[in-house]
């Protein structure tokens, strides 16, 4: 997601440097650049030339912030132009509250995710806000869409209605608020079907089944590979539907991100939730300024967090944050602090989430982030209960041997203990860097534990130099 258009503007904005304030040939090359990259990413040609105009507008005449280039300026004034356009830092998303149940309409065209998505929110609204919501498949045109959600519910322990798809979706509608009413369901979602192009049969049977439905809220899902054509569906949707919010499906594939960041300025509707994968839990809350954030390669700390909480238990993470603070984080506690990080989901994807780390990734491609932990778990696998609690006891005939029953080189054990000592070394550090000493410092961790429960998450808990050990780097 993006990783073309970040790749484009950080060179960009390498770039602009030096000088006392902002040149108009300065500024005027870097907007060509900026232009050009975000048109490559399919981003919808007004758009683009709105953000450009706007950019040049605040930069120029502009005295350079103190401690700021020219370059960190304009990155500055673009992330603000950037989050504008997403739907501003004051978007919410809905509260999914009135009278029960509050219906949740799904549209898109065939294949944009909407039987997916579906599954999706339900789970989002049942974990996240613990609303009690049931589903109904009222796709009528493609009955492997009705067991496709039926298989989805049934895997995420959401009920859903065996809609008699036969009788037409009108009458699906019908029986399924009847449902939903008796069963007296918070939120009913509502997955209507799709076509491979708008079309009059499609909004008129969109229609008779908002009149029987009333939906408080209506969402349409695009495809984010889709490309610019997305915004005319989008277009179209509104205007014959008249859609509250957006979503935008597959933003984990090879998208280049044109759709996300045109559809809000396009069509003025929100967008409210992204796709990020193909599982049920693989839905994120759209916050502009968190966007705004990983298009610029500056992570996204806020999401981090909450993949952190959903994972590590308040207990685990303050227990981890003291170990370390303590100096008695052992190889043991790493083997659990990295089975926690991968509960977080891929590692790939939890790197992007932190700040410079995506220029590090860059410089580690070819490098595959899972096996280089399934590579250090089977180094630490492969020593003794002993040796996990004290690595000091690891002496050359052990390491050989470690090496033998991990598949690994005895230099790849060494690199590894050399930086895992490092990272203990760096964890002392803290206790004495404006903490006020060792309890004071492990108090402050715990606090941070118990307001992120995840002491056992990134921050302090990776390698020096954003190396994976064993790697080499």
């Given at each position: 997601m993006f990783d073309k258009l970040t790749e484009r503007?950080?060179?960009?904005?390498k770039k602009l440097s030096g000088g006392a304030g902002l040149s108009e040939a300065q500024v005027d090359e870097g907007l060509k650049e900026i232009r050009r990259s975000l048109l490559e990413a399919d981003v919808h040609f007004r758009v683009a030339r709105e953000v450009c105009d706007k950019?040049?507008?605040?930069?120029?005449?502009?005295?350079?912030?103190?401690?700021?280039?020219?370059?960190?300026?304009?990155?500055?004034?673009?992330?603000?132009?950037?989050?504008?356009?997403?739907?501003?830092?004051?978007?919410?998303?809905?509260?999914?509250?009135g009278k029960p149940p509050v219906v949740v309409l799904i549209a898109g065209l065939q294949g944009s995710g909407k039987t997916t998505f579906s599954a999706k929110l339900a789970l989002y609204l049942t974990k996240k806000l613990r609303k009690t919501v049931g589903i109904l498949p009222a796709d009528c045109a493609r009955p492997a869409a009705k067991e496709q959600l039926l298989t989805l519910a049934r895997r995420i322990d959401v009920p859903a209605f065996d809609s008699p798809i036969e009788r037409g979706a009108v009458e699906v509608a019908r029986q399924g608020l009847a449902w939903a009413q008796k069963e007296f369901f918070d939120v009913l979602i509502v997955d209507t079907a799709g076509r491979q192009q708008v079309d009059d049969e499609l909004m008129t049977e969109l229609a008779d089944v908002e009149k029987i439905l009333a939906p408080q809220e209506k969402f349409l899902v695009l495809d984010s590979m889709i490309g610019s054509q997305g915004l005319e569906v989008a277009r179209t949707f509104n205007e014959k539907v008249r859609l509250t919010g957006l979503i935008l499906a597959k933003l984990d594939g090879d998208s280049r991100g044109g759709v996300a960041l045109s559809a809000r300025s396009?069509?003025?509707?929100?967008?409210?939730?992204?796709?990020?994968?193909?599982?049920?839990?693989?839905?994120?809350?759209?916050?502009?300024?968190?966007?705004?954030?990983?298009?610029?390669?500056?992570?996204?700390?806020?999401?981090?967090?909450?993949?952190?909480?959903?994972?590590?238990?308040?207990?685990?993470a303050m227990a981890s944050a003291e170990k370390m603070m303590g100096g008695r984080f052992n190889l043991e506690d790493f083997r659990d602090h990295l089975r926690r990080m991968k509960s977080m989901g891929p590692l790939e994807g939890l790197m992007k989430l932190i700040p410079g780390m995506g220029q590090a990734m860059q410089q580690m491609k070819g490098i595959d982030p899972e096996k280089e932990m399934k590579r250090i778990e089977a180094i630490i696998n492969s020593m003794t209960r002993e040796e996990r609690g004290n690595h000091g006891i690891l002496n050359g005939r052990r390491r050989e041997r470690i090496a033998k029953g991990s598949g690994t080189t005895v230099a790849e054990i060494n690199r590894f203990i050399k930086q895992f000592v490092e990272t203990q070394k760096m964890m002392k550090q803290l206790t004495k860097l404006g903490l006020g000493g060792k309890g004071k410092a492990m108090a402050k961790m715990a606090q941070m534990a118990k307001t992120m429960k995840g002491g056992g998450g990134f921050p302090g808990g990776g390698f020096p130099g954003g190396g994976f050990p064993g790697s080499g780097g």
């Open positions: 503007l950080t060179g960009t904005f950019i040049r507008e605040k930069a120029l005449g502009q005295k350079v912030w103190e401690k700021l280039s020219p370059g960190q300026q304009v990155v500055q004034i673009f992330h603000d132009e950037l989050v504008a356009v997403l739907g501003g830092v004051d978007q919410q998303l809905p509260a999914f509250a396009v069509t003025g509707l929100p967008i409210y939730f992204a796709g990020v994968g193909e599982k049920p839990e693989d839905l994120e809350a759209f916050h502009p300024s968190r966007m705004a954030q990983r298009i610029l390669g500056m992570g996204d700390v806020m999401t981090l967090i909450e993949k952190a909480k959903e994972s590590i238990s308040e207990e685990d």
